[in-house]
């Protein structure tokens, strides 16, 4: 459910250019699934973390988590400044509307 919330109220929200919806679903996805493994690390649920551990264990989950998106934000800055400083992010503004197929590569997918 958070996935899906991720993915389509999150992203109106923000008015992200996400069109395959990667952190919608794979970024709440992610954080949802690191905190949980704290959270289903306990004995009781056939996990090796026993009594208040479990709040350490989540900690150690949350702090994971934030190195990761923080590592994460920072390659990808660098990423995308290294793809913009080479070949552009976006396709001109005449080449937008007859699609990329045909601006990019002059290839049709389908005989007409």
Not at 8 to 14: E, I, T
Not at 95 to 112: A, F, M, R, V
Request: proline content about 1%; glycine content about 16%.
């Amino acid at each position: 459910m958070l996935c899906y919330w991720g993915a389509n109220s999150l992203k109106q929200r923000f008015g992200h250019d996400d069109s395959l919806d990667v952190f919608g679903v794979h970024g709440i996805g992610g954080i949802v699934g690191a905190l949980l493994t704290g959270v289903f690390a306990a004995s009781s649920l056939g996990g090796s973390v026993d009594g208040l551990n479990i709040w350490n264990q989540v900690r150690l989950q949350t702090i994971g988590g934030v190195v990761t998106f923080v590592y994460s934000d920072v390659l990808t800055f660098v990423l995308v400044k290294i793809v913009d400083g080479v070949i552009g992010l976006r396709v001109t503004a005449e080449g937008e509307p007859t699609g990329l197929d045909i601006s990019l590569h002059n290839e049709t997918g389908y005989k007409l």
